[in-house]
């Protein structure tokens, strides 16, 4: 008699693929994951365009493309995701899941790898049409933009679970997942640059979640970081990271919150 050997890999793209059919049937995930990170750059374009930008070098594009791709991990993956890792673990997803061959990581890996991969083909294709549209150069260092935009990904996705495991319901989701937004497009230089704010004040944010990844994203567009000033966003990016993979194997409930 023979045995099916499975891969962490199978196992983990088998729940994407069941995880992307279940997310194409809600039309609340499809329009905050997919059209409202594209819309949401050019309603603050008129805006933007009233800061003084040009006394710390920046433009209009320089502002819009990264917090372009800012919105698109907050929205498309994070926010998305508390909903998604919410609504299967009080749906029994996740506990019947636990009791066969997938480990924990590769449930949360694989439930989280569509958001992803919609997060990133958004900030791609964002990215793209911000330059051709706003007169933005081509990227001086694509290195940092590429370890920007692919740390904040796995970043936001942490976060989410992290969230997730304090949401009771997937109608709080909603909820529990705004103070990051709020605080993220504020004052981590997503609509903001850090360069605006008062020195103090730009201090304290940069040790928030997100503003190491608009850091590194805007830097590779720029070219201005050096050596020296990379290591900071680059730390404080993988500093958060660690403590929500420590929060989710602390915190994170598999069981209904009921």
């Known amino acids: ?79 998305t995701l508390v909903g998604v890792f919410t609504a299967r ?48 150069p081509a990227p001086k260092a694509p290195q940092l933009a590429v370890l920007g935009l692919v740390s904040g990904l796995a970043l936001c996705a942490c976060l989410a679970a992290v969230t997730a495991g304090f949401t009771r319901t997937v109608e709080s989701a909603q909820v529990t997942s705004l103070p990051l937004i709020l605080a993220s497009m504020t004052v981590s230089g997503v609509v903001v640059p850090l360069e605006l704010l008062p020195g103090r004040l730009a201090t304290v944010c940069e040790l928030l979640p997100l503003t190491g990844v608009i850091t590194l994203v805007r830097g590779g567009w720029t070219g201005d970081l050096s ?16 403590v929500g993979v420590f929060a989710v194997r602390r915190w994170f409930q598999w069981e209904p919150r009921r």
């Not at 819009?64 to 991990?73: C, D, E, N, R, T």
């Open 1 to 79: 008699m023979s045995t099916v050997t499975t891969t962490p890999a199978g196992r983990m793209a088998a729940l994407a693929r069941a995880e992307l059919t279940l997310l194409g049937r809600s039309r609340t995930a499809v329009l905050s994951a997919v059209f409202l990170p594209l819309a949401m750059p050019l309603s603050l374009r008129s805006a933007v365009e009233q800061m003084d930008l040009k006394n710390v070098g920046l433009s209009v594009g320089l502002v819009l493309l990264p917090a372009s791709i800012g919105f698109s991990l907050l929205f498309s993956v994070y926010a």
């Open 89 to 136: 673990r009080e749906e029994l997803v996740l506990k019947r899941l636990r009791a066969g061959e997938l480990h924990d990581a590769e449930i949360l890996a694989g439930a989280a790898f569509p958001a992803a991969v919609i997060g990133l083909v958004q900030s791609l294709v964002l990215a793209v049409g911000c330059t051709a549209l706003l007169d933005v």
């Open 227 to 242: 050596m020296y000033e990379t290591v900071a966003p680059v730390l404080t990016t993988l500093a958060w990271t660690a």
